[in-house]
């Protein structure tokens, strides 16, 4: 064949593009038992609909993967999907972990064994308001690199861990075609506005990544989510609230959504989002009505950040208003409305893949999508007034639609299902203490100065990630300031003002070991700035200023770039000379806190230190107690709405970020009204209230009897009134 090509004056550029094309193409021909046309996806050539739902393994315990597993399979879902969280997987380079919660294969082989499909999202760039997107912090520091663009150091790691998922999945053989599960796989996420904003660098990033999936031979379709410059064989899909009026860029692509979101994610000083279940169901029929063959939840089951896993200022609940909530329980009514739905769509499937939807207008604001074949007949009666029910006429018959909603008839006759009409059950969930209250104790950590032995001096600040690698939240910048007896301020009874200047995310600042106050900042506007007065004396005053990170920046082009820490300036106000500068006066640094470096979160560093009284409303107080595991199998968490901000450990094991002392701000409405186009604006709970109360506590991670929980307590906090609760509904 090369030869002939030659022989018809073919240039050598597009020789090498050919024998790519005839490769993928034989490779395709002997695996391709999972592809696809204009109309869906088809295993064993056969179209089908798909219904499909997010669960992410890291945000679950493997205890808890069967039973959401058949959560999934109940509600009628057919494919499961999920991320591959890169961090998790190689947290240091070179060294991989597949353990776990992080145990990919054994996820998939349990999605398997319940009888679903999955879509494997290796990206590995996820978003996923995960930390750093996605990537381990080490890669940050790869000499010349740029994150996500046509720079060689970022594509030489990408190839690398993507190559090894991707031959890992093969060995196990978890691919269709291998006998496996995995019918889809997607590469990149959500790079097209990336992409538009880079140019030229961007679309030539597009062009590698694409040619590198294929090359890797996986034997299932590749996607591309919000991407619509996507290379063929590769499909673009749509992610977002709705996504009736989305196309593929070609015509020969079905029609899919990878992402519909059934809430929002909940941060620290919001309100907690929430989407109603008939508009979540409003926008699932009125996508397949409108030709779309493959639908997924984004989440179906959100669960918990545990750890540092969190991206910036991310709550550790991940809940997203799933049908099943973070601790495995199925939300009602959404979960039963949404399986009523997905049966209703089942019972239409021959007649969506054997032909293409025909539209009938039925009044302003009303119409009707029809599926008609040999293979039978099924009618979608939309309503998209957001006000009003309307009785229509259809095929002879009067049918009352309400408001914001979708009729669906399988036979083109009688109404099994309407979007707005919620015959699920009124089932509540409450959370009842279990334990209240535990006997604490507690250990004060020490606030270190610059000559306390601290990692280093320099006559800089420094960024604070480039300091920690995401080893740790804390670090602490230090520097002494030494005033003259003659001060003015001292003679007055009064006090300078302390300046500082902070890329973020929290800063709590002392001098002479007391704190004087602290600052935080919120996703919209990390930046912060602390200004007021502070207790200072003649002679050496000793400034330490902990800056606490609350997750890495998770989105966005070029966010390997963005800061935090103390930067500055720094200056000190009110003094006889006017203003002194300190921003580059010499600095001393120390990562994290002693508690950290003692290990005191686990039981073997925790028994090598003198533990006293329980501190009450202190700021960097360990607390640490033992208690026996509650009775049942209920799912248990922290009520940990006494306390400010830190992290809770159990047996060993972080919980995450706790940060009760966030009370959600914003406008409230804690029974929305389900019609009309929803937004993450439009439904919000919680107002006046922590943005997070309780903390999801692994049934797994605990033993019968003497139990170590361990909280570290930034701000002060009162550890009296923490208890332990139980999840039921009723």
Not at 176 to 194: F, K, R
Not at 345 to 374: P, R
Not at 585 to 603: C, F, I, N, P, R
């Amino acid at each position: 064949m090369w030869e002939k090509l030659k022989m018809l004056g073919v240039k050598q550029k597009y020789l090498m593009m050919i024998l790519f094309v005839f490769v993928f193409v034989m490779v395709s021909s002997v695996h391709a038992n999972v592809w696809y046309d204009y109309k869906a996806i088809k295993i064993n050539d056969q179209r089908r609909i798909l219904l499909s739902g997010s669960i992410h393994y890291p945000r679950s315990t493997p205890e808890m993967w069967p039973d959401l597993i058949n959560k999934a399979k109940d509600s009628e879902l057919d494919v499961i999907q999920t991320y591959v969280f890169w961090n998790g997987h190689e947290p240091t380079e070179g060294k991989y972990y597949f353990e776990g919660n992080y145990d990919l294969v054994k996820f998939i082989k349990e999605i398997q064994q319940g009888g679903l499909y999955v879509h494997l999202r290796i990206g590995p760039f996820v978003c996923a308001e995960w930390n750093f997107g996605g990537f381990p912090a080490w890669l940050k520091f790869v000499p010349g690199i740029e994150f996500r663009t046509d720079n060689q150091p970022f594509k030489d790691k990408m190839q690398t861990f993507t190559t090894k998922i991707v031959e890992m999945m093969k060995a196990e053989k978890l691919f269709h075609w291998q006998g496996g599960p995995i019918i889809l796989a997607q590469i990149e996420n959500e790079y097209g506005p990336v992409e538009w904003e880079l140019g030229q660098p961007g679309r030539e990033y597009t062009k590698w990544f694409s040619q590198m999936a294929l090359g890797l031979n996986a034997g299932v379709p590749w996607i591309m989510c919000k991407q619509q410059t996507t290379p063929d064989p590769i499909i673009d899909t749509c992610n977002g609230f709705y996504c009736e009026g989305f196309w593929p860029e070609h015509k020969g692509k079905p029609k899919m959504w990878t992402e519909n979101w059934t809430g929002w994610y909940t941060e620290y000083g919001g309100p907690v989002p929430y989407r109603p279940a008939e508009d979540v169901a409003f926008s699932v029929a009125r996508f397949f009505a409108n030709g779309g063959s493959y639908m997924n939840y984004y989440m179906f089951h959100g669960g918990t950040n545990f750890g540092n896993t969190a991206g910036r200022f991310v709550s550790t609940s991940y809940d997203y208003d799933a049908p099943v909530d973070e601790y495995g329980l199925p939300r009602e009514p959404k979960y039963t409305h949404l399986k009523n739905l997905h049966k209703a769509i089942k019972m239409c499937e021959q007649a969506m893949v054997s032909s293409d939807a025909q539209l009938t207008n039925l009044g302003s604001n009303q119409e009707a999508h029809v599926y008609s074949s040999k293979s039978g007949c099924a009618a979608f009666l939309a309503n998209y007034d957001p006000k009003w029910s309307v009785k229509v006429t259809w095929s002879g018959m009067e049918f009352e639609l309400p408001a914001w909603s979708i009729s669906i008839l399988p036979d083109c006759k009688k109404e099994v299902y309407n979007t707005a009409r919620v015959s699920a059950p009124k089932v509540h969930s409450k959370m009842t203490p279990v334990i209240n209250g535990f006997s604490w104790q507690s250990y004060i950590d020490q606030t270190p100065t610059a000559d306390s032995g601290s990692s280093f001096t320099e006559k800089k600040l420094y960024e604070q990630l480039n300091m920690t690698w995401d080893k740790s939240d804390y670090l602490w910048y230090m520097t002494d300031v030494v005033l003259d007896g003659n001060e003015g301020f001292l003679k007055r009874g009064d006090a300078p003002v302390l300046t500082v200047h902070s890329a973020g995310h929290v800063l709590h600042v002392f001098v002479n070991g007391q704190l004087q106050g602290h600052v935080y900042g919120s996703l919209a506007k990390p930046q912060i700035t602390f200004s007021q007065k502070v207790k200072m004396s003649a002679g050496v005053n000793r400034i330490s200023l902990l800056s606490v990170a609350v997750g890495l920046a998770n989105v966005g082009a070029r966010f390997e770039k963005y800061n935090q820490g103390v930067l500055g300036p720094v200056n000190l106000q009110g003094l006889n000379e006017g203003t002194r500068d300190l921003t580059w006066q010499h600095w001393s640094y120390k990562v994290g806190m002693k508690g950290e470096d003692l290990w005191l979160h686990t039981a073997s560093g925790s028994s090598k230190v003198e533990w006293g009284a329980p501190a009450q409303k202190q700021p960097l107080v360990w607390y640490k107690t033992f208690f026996d595991a509650p009775a049942g199998n209920d799912p248990l968490a922290l009520d940990m709405s006494s306390m400010g901000k830190g992290q809770v450990w159990i047996n060993g094991k972080s919980i995450g970020r706790h940060w009760a002392a966030a009370i959600a701000k914003g406008k409230c409405d804690d029974n929305c009204n389900y019609a009309g186009t929803y937004t993450e604006f439009k439904c919000l709970a919680d107002c006046g209230k922590p943005s997070q109360k309780w903390y999801h506590v692994p049934r797994s991670w605990l033993q019968q009897k003497g139990n170590l929980l361990v909280v570290f307590e930034e701000w002060g906090g009162d550890p009296k009134w923490i208890s332990m609760v139980k999840r039921t509904v009723y």
